[in-house]
């Protein structure tokens, strides 16, 4: 009773950093839209912000766990930190390519939950009972539903749709290496550094391909308080990576998708003038929540408690 429990507790709090990125998405496209700005900054600053809010809020185990790394260990961590920039460049080249919608059920509603679960089980030697197999393919099937664009859907493999698988598979491999990490390291220095490490390097790379361009104070302030749903979300997301492992973390978070269109639905109730994307076919959309609602049921559901070691 007591590891179902904590796996009840864990599964809530990886909910939860999935409720945080679907209001993070919803500010993200609001702030692009009122504030004009630029996706490459957004993809940059918000992300190093965070980085150091949580490095500042654990100074003194972040200074710890840097002087404790070993040579092959910061190799390993740098190679994690470099797969999460690759990641976001071609997910934000992706969206800008193929749009938003198809980009999600392309990639980390989909792709990325199926190669994270791969991954787990090659390398990690984690296993999903029935009833979490079952639960899992709900869980995928109510977001694809959910995320479903009968206008942009096609068989087409472009460049943009590349992209987004391959976005999804370097992202699938850093959640699995930070699965790694976070066995013998603390969860707050691991996520700050994987956010502040990509953050500078994007933003170099930006600023040395001149393709940032700086808001205004508005939009650098805009910017600055974004990098609270980096900083929440990466937390929340991985405090359940060493608990639960890191095939149900994924499938768990997956429901981004639907929590962003309930997010963009209340926004829109409340604020009709809002340039929000909602999906084009609103009952597909609520029969894929009611799908994905009875896979987290049933993930749920299993008495038997994982061991991700």
Do not use: Q
Request: aromatic share 8%.
């Amino acid at each position: 009773m007591g590891a179902l429990s904590v796996r009840t507790k864990y599964m809530t709090i990886v909910l939860l950093s999935a409720l945080v990125v679907a209001f993070e998405s919803i500010a993200l496209e609001s702030a692009i839209n009122a504030a004009d700005l630029k996706v490459f900054a957004v993809a940059a600053v918000p992300p190093l912000v965070g980085g150091l809010t949580l490095i500042g809020v654990s100074s003194r185990t972040t200074a710890s766990f840097t002087r404790r790394l070993k040579r092959n260990e910061w190799a390993f961590f740098a190679t994690l930190c470099g797969f999460v920039s690759g990641g976001v460049l071609l997910w934000f080249d992706s969206i800008g390519r193929i749009g938003a919608s198809k980009e999600a059920l392309l990639g980390g509603s989909s792709s990325e939950v199926l190669f994270v679960v791969v991954l787990s089980v090659v390398f990690l030697a984690e296993r999903l009972s029935r009833w979490e197999i079952l639960g899992s393919c709900l869980v995928v099937a109510g977001v694809s539903l959910v995320l479903f664009d009968e206008e942009t859907m096609s068989l087409t493999l472009g460049l943009g749709e590349i992209e987004a698988i391959l976005s999804s598979l370097l992202l699938a491999i850093s959640v699995v290496m930070t699965t790694v990490m976070l066995k013998v390291h603390d969860l707050t220095p691991v996520s700050g550094l994987e956010l502040f490490i990509p953050g500078v390097f994007l933003l170099c790379v930006g600023v040395a391909m001149g393709v940032i361009t700086w808001p205004g104070m508005e939009g650098l302030l805009i910017l600055l308080v974004l990098g609270i749903f980096p900083a929440l979300g990466l937390l929340t997301y991985n405090s359940g990576l060493p608990k639960i492992g890191a095939s149900l973390t994924s499938v768990l978070f997956s429901l981004t998708g639907i929590m962003t269109v309930g997010v963009a639905l209340l926004l829109l109730a409340v604020l009709p003038e809002a340039s929000l994307i909602i999906p084009g076919n609103l009952a597909v959309a609520l029969l894929g929540g009611a799908v994905a609602f009875v896979g987290v049921v049933l993930l749920n559901w299993s008495p038997e408690s994982r061991n991700p070691e």
